[in-house]
């Protein structure tokens, strides 16, 4: 089985800092894309942020020049950096990797259980 397992969440104020990281373990043989969703209450899960085992990035409109995503695939690791923090980052964090478990599976997506991430005053 794989599990993705997410860390670094909390409470900031508006301007802070947060790092979140999402380790895979498991049976992940192989990653390709790497990204974070979130989702806030009421809302949509949206994409926040995406990498290719290649290191190409993709970022959302609202984050971008704030938040920084890497991997290092080595360890299954994917980090998503976040500085200049607002209020309308407030969201549930969710880490996804495209991953199989060996060559004889197909690739299919896994998700992590998510981190809240409050930024309030």
């Known amino acids: 089985q794989v599990q993705l397992v997410e860390s670094g969440g909390g409470l900031v104020q508006p301007g802070g800092s947060l790092r979140l990281s999402c380790a895979a373990s498991g049976t992940a043989f192989s990653i390709k894309d790497m990204g974070w969703y979130r989702q806030a209450s009421g809302k949509q899960r949206e994409l926040v942020a995406s990498?290719?085992?290649?290191?190409?990035?993709t970022y959302v409109d609202t984050v971008k020049g704030r938040f920084t995503i890497s991997r290092d695939n080595a360890e299954k690791t994917v980090y998503l950096q976040m500085n200049s923090l607002k209020p309308e980052d407030t969201a549930i964090y969710y880490c996804t990797g495209e991953v199989r478990t060996s060559f004889e599976q197909q690739w299919a997506d896994y998700w992590g259980q998510g981190t809240q991430v409050t930024v309030s005053s």
């Open positions: 990498i290719t085992a290649d290191g190409i990035a």
